[in-house]
């Protein structure tokens, strides 16, 4: 094998590699002979199909497959020799005819650019921390009991928390919703889910009550005609049902699987679960955090180009959309985060940090924990190659991070469960 190399800018590299036409010839006798012993055909014995006959139905595409598998091993073999580092895979150019009992083709490509020894311990990290405590559980238990709650009617006019059906129409110069007829909705009294102002005006009335009142509608609104529109609204509030809550026993226990330990084993469970969220929301912070100072620290750093656009590519499919102007819209964030992914890789690789199987396999059991069929979820990672180094790729990202927060010159800021997982609530 025959190996030239071009420099296409400071990234871009052109590979020419020239190869043996004999060495394709020979896969190429050897795989039609191979499905000749196997190969079912009318007219034909089983395993006994004339070479020649295989020729002439599979030929071009045996030919094809063994120029392309020869192409890619000794791709990898020419990069490897040459101790190039591809940032993506090469855009490939060949007749695939032999000349001068050769095979030619040339490999385009980026690579990884080379980046010096990583100083860390410069950068101010700031890492969160925060435990649960006995009054988040006691409101999580709330909010449980809340998605629990059953409704009854009631006969007394309505106030906060309770639920109230009711038929309405809108009207404005020019305008009315339903176009005839009312609406029914049902909306629970201060939780501004439907309409906060009309809610409040809600309150205080009782089923059959009949009134007429003036709202101005937020721009995000169940019904989109309604939606920023200032109206006059006649109201008839058709039921109106109080929330009565679950008591905290054995049997509420239950309902969410704890057969066995009663109410001290379903605090246990609530608090485990409030950790495991608590855990990984605090990972992505402190994540988010320090990666932001690493890419800011080396604002020089030259990105593959065709990394970033296949980065912009999967943000922009991720958001459902699909054109060229979408595309460019993610360049900047898929800069940050090649950039990110970059100087990851290479902490690592300065580190000697690798892969803790250990915390994969903890990683896993953490999210089929979270399935009713857990057994089902592990098995479904370690047939599926793609999820698992999606996994992998996740721990290994969350080591070097608490590598780097170890590093780095970094603070603790304390905060409660509410301020991390309901920041600005």
Same mark, same amino acid.
């Given at each position: 094998m025959q190996v030239s190399i071009e420099n296409v800018g400071s990234l871009g590299r052109k590979l020419t590699v020239r190869l043996p036409a004999q060495r394709l010839?020979?896969?190429?006798?050897?795989?039609?002979?191979?499905?000749g012993?196997?190969?079912?055909?009318?007219?034909?014995?089983?395993?006994?199909?004339?070479?020649?006959?295989?020729?002439?139905?599979?030929?071009?595409?045996?030919?094809?497959?063994?120029?392309?598998?020869?192409? &890619?091993?000794?791709?990898?073999?020419?990069? #490897?020799?040459?101790k190039l580092? /591809?940032?993506?895979?090469?855009?490939? %150019?060949?007749?695939?005819?032999p000349e001068n009992g050769e095979i030619e083709y040339t490999a385009t490509f980026e690579v990884l650019?080379?980046?010096?020894?990583?100083?860390?311990?410069?950068?101010?990290?700031?890492?969160p921390v925060a435990s649960v405590t006995d009054a988040d559980i006691d409101q999580m238990i709330e909010t449980l009991r809340l998605q629990r709650r059953t409704w009854h009617a009631v006969e007394r006019t309505a106030k906060d928390g309770d639920m109230v059906l009711f038929e309405?129409?809108?009207?404005?110069?020019?305008?009315?919703?339903?176009?005839s007829g009312t609406d029914r909705v049902g909306a629970v009294l201060g939780s501004g889910a439907y309409s906060k102002e009309l809610e409040d005006k809600?309150? &205080?009335?009782?089923?059959?009550?009949?009134? #007429?009142?003036?709202?101005?509608? /937020?721009?995000?609104?169940?019904?989109? %005609?309604?939606?920023?529109?200032?109206?006059d609204v006649a109201v008839k509030l058709v039921r109106v049902q109080?929330?009565?809550?679950?008591?905290?026993?054995?049997?509420?226990?239950?309902?969410?699987?704890?057969?066995?330990?009663?109410?001290?084993?379903?605090?246990?469970?609530?608090?485990a679960n409030l950790e495991r969220e608590l855990k990984g929301v605090l990972m992505g912070r402190l994540k988010a955090g320090?990666?932001?100072?690493?890419?800011?620290?080396?604002?020089?750093?030259?990105?593959?180009?065709?990394?970033?656009?296949?980065?912009?590519?999967?943000?922009?499919?991720?958001?459902?959309?699909?054109?060229?102007?979408?595309v460019g819209q993610f360049l900047p964030t898929a800069r940050r985060r090649v950039s990110a992914g970059l100087l990851i890789g290479e902490l690592a690789r300065q580190n000697d940090i690798r892969l803790d199987s250990r915390r994969v396999s903890e990683a896993l059991a953490t999210i089929a924990s979270t399935y009713e069929e857990p057994e089902q979820v592990v098995e479904l990672y370690s047939r599926d190659p793609q999820l698992m180094s999606a996994l992998q790729n996740r721990v290994i990202e969350d080591q070097v991070v608490e590598w780097l927060a170890d590093h780095a010159k970094c603070s603790e800021q304390q905060l409660s469960f509410n301020d991390v997982m309901r920041p600005g609530a």
């Open positions: 010839e020979e896969t190429v006798r050897s795989r039609i002979q191979e499905m012993r196997s190969a079912r055909l009318k007219g034909f014995r089983p395993g006994k199909v004339p070479a020649k006959v295989i020729e002439q139905r599979y030929g071009s595409q045996i030919r094809n497959e063994a120029l392309s598998e020869m192409i &890619g091993s000794s791709f990898q073999e020419a990069v #490897t020799q040459e580092r /591809p940032a993506v895979q090469p855009s490939i %150019a060949t007749t695939g005819r650019p080379e980046i010096g020894k990583l100083d860390v311990s410069g950068l101010e990290i700031v890492k309405f129409a809108a009207e404005a110069e020019g305008f009315r919703h339903p176009e809600l309150a &205080g009335h009782k089923a059959g009550d009949e009134f #007429t009142t003036h709202v101005d509608f /937020p721009t995000a609104v169940r019904t989109p %005609a309604l939606a920023g529109k200032s109206v109080e929330a009565q809550l679950p008591p905290v026993d054995e049997a509420f226990a239950a309902s969410f699987g704890v057969k066995e330990g009663g109410l001290a084993r379903f605090r246990e469970d609530v608090r320090a990666l932001e100072k690493l890419v800011e620290a080396h604002p020089e750093l030259e990105l593959p180009q065709g990394m970033v656009e296949n980065e912009a590519r999967q943000l922009a499919r991720q958001a459902g959309l699909q054109s060229p102007e979408a």
